[in-house]
């Protein structure tokens, strides 16, 4: 079974509190319930991780190159700082799409910028937790399409 890495940033542990006007009354652990059970359905194995830490994602996304086919990224803030998770994203080379629960270009102008978006596969944000789940249909798609044997 194919396992794919779903990485969460800084910040996304308050999901369900935080500014629920934007990113909605669903917690982090209604997120994972939601991926899971997406993830199931589409026959891929898990891995669900949050920190508030740059390093850990870095090493986080190094580890995925070995025990992983693809990742879903929402990198909160550092999506719009880190150089650091761009050069990851690209050394690894692993089919990655980046998530957000908002629409980052109908906010404040510096949440336009992405590291992330010239190293991913593809870019989806504005569906809340549903967000998600585009994004593992997506990726279990190329998945399917990029299969050997
Ligand atoms: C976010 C959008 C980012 O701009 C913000 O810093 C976040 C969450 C989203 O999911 O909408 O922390 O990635």
């Given at each position: 079974?194919?396992?794919?890495y779903?990485?969460?940033g800084?910040?996304?542990?308050?999901?369900?509190?935080?500014?629920?006007?934007?990113?909605?009354?669903?917690?982090?652990?209604?997120?994972?319930?939601?991926?899971?059970?997406?993830?199931?359905?589409l026959?891929?194995?898990?891995?669900?991780?949050?920190?508030?830490?740059?390093?850990?994602?870095?090493?986080?996304?190094?580890?995925?190159?070995?025990?992983?086919a693809?990742?879903?990224?929402?990198?909160?803030?550092?999506?719009?700082?880190?150089?650091?998770?761009?050069?990851?994203?690209?050394?690894?080379?692993?089919?990655?799409?980046?998530?957000?629960?908002?629409?980052?270009?109908?906010?404040?102008?510096?949440?336009?910028?992405?590291?992330?978006?010239?190293?991913?596969?593809?870019?989806?944000?504005?569906?809340?937790?549903?967000?998600?789940?585009?994004?593992?249909?997506?990726?279990?798609?190329?998945?399917?399409?990029?299969?050997?044997?």
């Amino acid at each position: 079974m194919k396992t794919i890495y779903i990485l969460n940033g800084p910040n996304l542990n308050l999901l369900g509190t935080r500014e629920p006007e934007i990113y909605g009354a669903d917690t982090l652990a209604d997120v994972e319930a939601r991926c899971a059970a997406r993830c199931k359905a589409l026959g891929l194995g898990m891995v669900f991780r949050q920190t508030n830490v740059e390093g850990e994602l870095v090493t986080w996304i190094h580890d995925a190159r070995e025990k992983a086919a693809g990742i879903v990224i929402n990198a909160g803030a550092y999506t719009h700082t880190s150089v650091a998770l761009h050069d990851a994203v690209k050394a690894v080379g692993l089919p990655t799409i980046e998530v957000h629960l908002s629409n980052v270009y109908k906010r404040e102008s510096f949440r336009h910028h992405s590291y992330l978006s010239p190293v991913s596969h593809g870019v989806i944000c504005g569906f809340g937790v549903q967000s998600y789940e585009l994004a593992l249909d997506g990726l279990s798609g190329i998945l399917n399409t990029t299969r050997k044997g």
